[in-house]
């Protein structure tokens, strides 16, 4: 899978930027505030339908402009698909011509792995953090998942909501077991992805690091099948309930949950030193790429986000050892001559004040 072309109109800085990528690396170099990042905002955007910095759309139009447009042609191992989204009084996407009214329905047909600053505090950050990296990598992999999840969100919003009321019981348990049916389902596909991701990540670890042994594990409701995941969130659901009373809030179930990382024993996201934390960080991102390649038959689209700097020249290595096996769109400042070195031939880009230009 890579991306054949970018346009884009009136999106951010963008007047208007269209952009053939090459099919290995790209780098898209420029001084801060010109435009780079928001270049991979609108491909993440038309990956899974909304900015990985902002939840509204919106501050995606150029100001002082109306609406904005974002298309992308993508080649796969079979045929082409387009999606196009355009942002005005609301948010419309539309693949292969052909509008959509359910966000779901787009995830999947451009599939990415975002790696930017940002996401290194997947590892120190709180559990927030690490649910969004799995059921991102999950929603791109299943439209199931997505909807899943999309109505437990909407159970559990209802849930507490009810609680601000004083419901009876019997109000409760009806809404108790709406939820714990949804969050199984979730529940166990998360468990199921943490397991297949854990091996992945820890080859990946220990090319990295030399030595360290990375371990995986996912912290929720226990249970391997669905039905006994929902037999036993029921009955945390009723163990909680005075509480939840208490505090007009659920507190037990998949919005919770957390992604345990630890290499050697040691629990890296209260543990672990920087550098440990980067290199975990920096290994569950290249783990995600394998495993959606190992089970959608394609590799996704990588996008890095000024990550050269954030990492030591020999993190920087390791990372640019892996990527030359599937298309890589990178933003940064500058290009040391090592690293031009090691990363080969590339397509090289210049962005300048909302204008992209071809390099090489």
């Known amino acids: 899978m890579r991306i054949e072309r970018l346009t884009i109109r009136n999106y951010r800085n963008y007047a208007s930027a269209d952009v053939t990528p090459g099919g290995g690396v790209n780098l898209f170099v420029g001084n801060n505030a010109q435009g780079k990042t928001n270049l991979l905002e609108s491909i993440y955007l038309a990956s899974v339908g909304r900015s990985a910095r902002t939840p509204r759309w919106q501050e995606l ?8 447009l974002v298309r992308v042609v993508v080649k796969k191992d079979v045929g082409r698909d387009g999606v196009e989204i355009r942002l005005d009084r609301e948010k419309r996407v539309a693949i292969n011509g052909l ?4 966000i779901g329905e787009l995830m999947g047909v451009l599939k990415t792995v975002l790696f930017s600053p940002d996401e290194l505090r997947i590892v120190k ?72 991701l854990s091996p992945l990540a820890e080859a990946v670890h220990r090319d990295i690091t030399g030595s360290e042994t ?14 006994e995941i929902e037999t036993n969130f029921m009955a945390a659901l009723v163990k909680s309930r005075a509480r ?44 995600e790429m394998e495993l959606l ?25 390791k990372l640019l050892s892996h990527i030359k096996a599937y298309q890589t ?12 070195e090691k990363l080969g031939d590339i397509t090289e880009f210049s962005v300048t004040a909302g204008s992209v230009g071809l390099i090489k």
């Open 214 to 227: 990375l371990t995986l594990g996912y912290e929720g409701i226990a249970g391997e099948s669905a039905e």
């Open 293 to 317: 390649k190992a089970e959608s038959g394609e590799y996704p689209v990588l996008l890095l986000d000024d990550v050269l700097s954030e990492l030591d020249s020999y993190r920087q290595t």
């Open 61 to 68: 139009i150029k100001w002082n402009e109306s609406e904005a």
């Open 329 to 340: 769109i990178i933003t940064c400042t500058s290009v040391p001559d090592d690293v031009r």
């Open 125 to 196: 950050e709180g559990p927030g953090e690490r649910r969004r990296f799995v059921d991102i990598a999950l929603c791109q992999l299943s439209k199931a998942y997505f909807y899943a999840l999309t109505r437990y969100n909407k159970i559990l919003a209802q849930r507490n909501k009810l609680l601000k009321n004083n419901p009876t019981d019997d109000a409760l348990t009806v809404w108790d077991m709406q939820l714990a049916r949804e969050g199984a389902r979730v529940i166990k596909t998360r468990r199921g992805f943490v397991g297949r």
């Open 244 to 287: 939840d009373r208490m505090f007009m809030l659920t507190h037990v179930g998949p919005q919770r949950d957390d992604l345990a990382i630890a290499a050697d024993g040691i629990d890296l996201r209260s543990y672990g030193s920087q550098g440990q934390q980067r290199s975990a960080a920096l290994s569950l991102k290249l783990a």
């Open 99 to 102: 509008p959509v009214t359910r």
